[in-house]
């Protein structure tokens, strides 16, 4: 039961071809495992679609072909941003434990992964993406805490396996947080099971304790 799904903004961007590639790998991940996500998708593929063929119909009267309403607009403008060819990964229902976009850079699923200890038992795995933003896999031992922080971006933190709370919110598999610079957290693993999650941020953390601050250099955090 899937209860914190991707916004609005991800799935224009992610629509239009306008992520970093990092976002993309959280955005079709997350689609992978919610079919409410997947279904919201193809509508906004579909206005996308309407817009490009209007503007490509109508040639020199593409602006009247556009219709009024704000999410038709947005994607016209973001449309009209520049030449969109950032690849998109495929959404394929997955087999393991890892979504089939996510197993694609781990290289299998999760006995592929490579862990490197980051301290407090928790593990991370930076994945291969395009340097506009970072994508990392996350080992949070069961009952075990993320060191409180902020952020500069946005940082998108897909579950896996396990969940974590974090002030009042509980995130379960398949359950997408979005931090932005407005929020600090610290995020705890739930009791019982390890949690495993895909993390994004466009911008490094601001870690507020001064042992993680020193080591994020070496941690690409
Ligand atoms: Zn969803
Ligand atoms: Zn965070």
């Not at 063929?53 to 009209?80: F, N, Q």
């Not at 709370?165 to 932005?180: H, K």
Request: proline residues 7%; contains cysteine.
């Amino acid at each position: 039961m899937i209860r914190h799904h991707l916004s609005d903004a991800l799935l224009m961007g992610y629509s239009a071809g306008q992520l970093p590639e990092a976002f993309n790998l959280v955005v079709a991940s997350h689609i992978s495992m919610c079919d409410e996500c997947r279904a919201r998708l193809a509508s906004f593929d579909a206005v996308g679609g309407a817009l490009l063929d209007a503007s490509v119909d109508d040639l020199g009267e593409s602006d009247a072909a556009v219709p009024e309403s704000s999410l038709a607009a947005t994607m016209a403008r973001i449309r009209a941003a520049g030449p969109v060819e950032r690849t998109r990964p495929q959404v394929a229902p997955r087999r393991g434990l890892l979504p089939a976009p996510l197993s694609r850079y781990v290289g299998g699923d999760l006995d592929a992964i490579r862990w490197k200890p980051v301290g407090g038992g928790v593990r991370q795995a930076i994945l291969p993406t395009d340097k506009a933003a970072s994508a990392r896999l996350l080992f949070i031992p069961a009952g075990a805490a993320v060191p409180d922080h902020g952020h500069r971006g946005t940082e998108l933190t897909l579950v896996l396996q396990g969940a974590f709370s974090d002030a009042s919110e509980r995130f379960g598999p398949g359950d997408l947080e979005i931090a932005t610079a407005a929020d600090e957290h610290s995020p705890v693993a739930e009791q019982g099971m390890d949690c495993i999650c895909l993390a994004a941020t466009d911008a490094p953390l601001k870690f507020n304790t001064l042992l993680p601050r020193m080591l994020q250099p070496f941690l690409r955090i």
